[in-house]
Nanobody, 114 residues
Framework: QVQLVESGGGLVQPGGSLRLSCAAS??????MGWYRQAPGKERELVAT???????IYANSVKGRFTISRDNAKLTVWLQMNSLKPEDTAVYYC??????????WGQGTQVTVSS
């Protein structure tokens, strides 16, 4: 049974930093990444590893967010710096198994506000 456990969300002031983590278990994964969904908006890609090991970032977070992972490729982190109010959203971890099945974490709230 695939499980994705996220942690690290919270309330932070503009300009601050947060680090999200996602621990996966129960399968072998080809890709893992982070998405977010703000109120009234569609879920969007934030950052992800591709199956080839490269990274893709949303233009809105380039230079501020960094995705990383452990060697076993079962944990991914999202370091978020210089946070802005528009980064406020529920952040979801997504993992895709080697047979192409997608799994989502439960989501963690990130609120950027003074």
């Amino acid at each position: 049974q695939v499980q994705l456990v996220e942690s690290g969300g919270g309330l932070v002031q503009p300009g601050g930093s947060l680090r999200l983590s996602c621990a996966a278990s129960g399968s072998i994964f080809s890709t893992m990444g982070w998405y977010r969904q703000a109120p009234g908006k569609e879920r969007e890609l934030v950052a992800t590893f591709t199956s080839g090991g490269s990274t893709i970032y949303a233009n809105s977070v380039k230079g501020r967010f960094t995705i990383s992972r452990d060697n076993a490729k079962l944990t991914v982190w999202l370091q978020m710096n210089s946070l802005k109010p528009e980064d406020t959203a529920v952040y979801y971890c997504k993992a895709v198994t080697i047979v192409g099945r997608s799994h989502w974490g439960q989501g963690t709230q990130v609120t950027v506000s003074s």
